[in-house]
Structures are given as structure tokens and as C-alpha cells.
């Protein structure tokens, strides 16, 4: 049964199912869930609780074990199993389809992972697990819900903020949920509950944004071009390799052009983007609308400039080379891209 976040409260005040499934792409999303999992099976009376994490050399008969050993306190009892990995292999692929067909009585079996892809998504064991459990896929929300993310959870802590703080704390974290978590619960304790204004907002967060190079690209296929600055300046004070930086952009700009090329002859988009290995629906999205902004030869210009980027790097050509990224990115993100 997959649930959606907003069933998720109403489900840990019913009696728990036997088995829950978390997994997502942010841990702090995932790890606040299993807490309340955890707290809601010891308020029903799930007295014990055994831990498994699988890591290197691990044993899948310690969770037939575990499963076999009765509580100590003779109640009910909590089955933690956590893969880190997301990865099992042959011999946890089938050791949890076997457990999975036989769950054990008076016990409750709490099994996290990270982000899932599609190739984990089509294993026998994946779906076995998601077909048998109460399912939460806990991602982190999209870059322009993240000042509604960040509302909500300041409405928890009964304090609101208008629009534009809500906007500064989301720049200012960029898309870092841990980092969110605690500068709004620090302005919990600064100020109590109630309204919050711009300045006590802007004088309490400090700009803890995690600037890296998969960002920089999603901000390009968005269209977002204050966002490709703000990006391309973090990635710079933090020292980020120029050659990575390129191969990023460039790599995009490829794809990008050979899925223009595609949809200019008439191919299909799915086709294109099984063809590319692109299999994420988002991004998916996300290509197709920077596509409907983009020409085949204003590709062909961003590609050349590419090459002329890593003239730059090499000393090959002269100037400056961020100023050159941010001009490679303002190009592809440009709401009307000039040949």
C-alpha cells in the first residue's frame, strides 16, 4: 500500500501494519518518519527493538534470527532493518522475498532505504516488498515548493513568516532540508511563536546552501537564470574543479542537443528518452519543458562554447573562466535562446 505523506499521521494513530517500507532522496525526511514509526510501536506496545544494518559481510540469517527469537519481556517486538546501500544483493533479494511470505507474528518490521532507481524498482524483491508494505517514498520537495516546505514546518513551531522570508530561508539553504531543520528551529527559540518579519528572519539564518554541480544543472533545465548566478558563485568560493564544472554543463548541452535534433526529425520524446537512458519522470519533465525554449542551433553555439571553456582551462584561451560559465548558462537558460 504506498501512502502519501499527508495519510501518513492518520495511519500511526491506527494499528500499525506488519510492515513499512521508507525510502526517498532526503534522509531527513526519511529518518523524522521511521522516529515516528518507532515512537507510534512503543506506544502499542512494541516493547523491544532490534536493529540490522546490512553492510559489508552481513549475514541475512541474523534477520531469519531475528524474527525467530521471541521478545525478552514476552510482548511485541520491532524488526529495524536498515540498507543503506539499497542494494541486497542476490542473496538479501531473496532472503527478504522469503520473509516477506511469511512475516512473523507479533512483530513489526520497519525496513529503510535511500532513493530507489528504476532498475532497484523492477527487482523481484523491490516489488515484493512494496506490494506487502504500508510504502512512503519521502523525497525532498521541489525547488519551488521549498518556501511552502519551509512554511509548514514554521507552522509546527505555531510561528508564520511572509512570503519573502519564506523565499530567503529556501535560497539560503538551498534545497539542504538538514540545514532548514535546524536554522527554523533556531528561530523557534529566538522568538518564540507568532509572526516572524523579514529582518529577524534575515538577521537569524545564516547561508548555509549545499552548492554542487547537480543543481547548477537542474537551475539550467528550469530556466532559472538568478539561480545558475547564485549557484555558479557558491561553486566557486567553494573551490569547485573548473574541468568538473564544464563537464557537467557540457554534458547536459549534449544531451540537449541530441533529443532537439531527435524531436526536430520527428522522433518521438519517450523514444528519445529511452534512448538517452533518461528514466526519471521529473526530469523528464524537466527536459521537455527546457526543449520547448531551445533550437538546434542555439545548441550547436552552447557546444562551441563549451569547447572554447576548456581552451580556457587548458591556458589555450584567454579569460576568465566562471565569467564564461555563467555566460554557458545564462545561454541554455535563457527564456529565448539566441543562436
Not at 516493547?47 to 541475512?60: A, D, H, I, M, P
Not at 511572509?162 to 531543520?181: Q, S
Request: with cysteine; proline share 6%; glycine share 8%.
Amino acid at each position: 500500500m504506498n501512502l502519501r505523506p499527508d495519510q501518513f499521521a492518520v495511519q500511526l494513530e491506527r494499528p500499525l501494519a506488519p510492515l513499512w517500507l521508507l525510502h526517498g532522496n532526503e534522509p531527513l525526511l526519511v529518518l523524522e518518519a521511521a522516529d515516528a514509526i518507532r515512537a507510534a510501536a512503543r506506544r502499542q506496545g512494541f516493547e523491544e527493538r532490534e536493529t540490522l544494518v546490512v553492510g559489508q559481510g552481513f549475514k541475512w540469517d541474523a534477520l531469519t534470527l531475528a524474527a525467530g527469537n521471541m521478545s525478552l519481556f514476552g510482548g511485541a517486538k520491532l524488526i529495524d532493518l536498515r540498507i543503506p546501500t539499497g542494494k541486497p544483493g542476490r542473496d538479501g533479494g531473496d532472503a527478504l522475498q522469503r520473509y516477506i511470505a511469511a512475516l512473523p507474528a507479533q512483530t513489526l518490521t520497519l525496513i529503510t532505504l535511500p532513493e530507489v532507481d528504476w532498475q532497484t524498482r523492477k527487482t523481484g524483491w523491490f516489488k515484493a516488498l512494496a506490494e506487502a508494505a504500508a510504502t512512503l517514498e519521502l523525497n525532498a520537495p521541489e525547488r519551488e515548493r521549498l518556501p511552502e516546505w519551509v512554511g509548514r514546518r514554521l507552522a509546527t513551531q505555531k510561528q508564520s513568516a511572509p512570503p519573502e522570508a519564506l523565499a530567503f530561508i529556501a535560497d539560503h539553504v538551498e534545497g539542504n532540508l538538514l540545514a532548514a531543520h535546524q536554522e527554523i528551529l533556531k528561530l523557534g527559540l529566538l522568538h518564540g511563536e507568532g509572526a516572524l518579519t523579514l529582518e529577524q528572519v534575515q538577521d537569524a539564518v545564516l547561508n548555509v546552501a549545499r552548492y554542487d554541480i547537480d543543481k547548477l544543472r537542474l537551475a539550467v533545465l528550469e530556466g532559472d537564470p538568478a539561480r545558475c548566478a547564485r549557484l555558479l558563485d557558491g561553486l566557486r568560493g567553494e573551490g569547485a574543479a573548473p574541468p568538473l564544472v564544464l563537464w557537467a554543463l557540457a554534458n547536459e548541452t549534449r544531451t540537449l542537443a541530441s533529443l532537439c535534433a531527435g524531436r526536430d526529425a520527428g522522433q518521438p520524446l519517450p523514444a528519445l528518452f529511452k534512448a538517452e537512458r533518461i528514466f526519471d519522470p521529473r526530469r523528464q519533465q524537466l527536459i521537455g519543458r527546457a526543449l520547448s525554449r531551445l533550437t538546434q542551433g542555439g545548441l550547436r553555439a552552447a557546444l562551441m562554447h563549451a569547447a572554447r571553456i576548456d581552451r580556457v582551462i587548458k591556458g589555450l584561451a584567454s579569460g576568465d573562466v566562471w565569467d564564461e560559465f555563467l555566460q554557458l548558462a545564462l545561454r541554455l537558460a535563457a527564456r529565448h535562446q539566441r543562436p
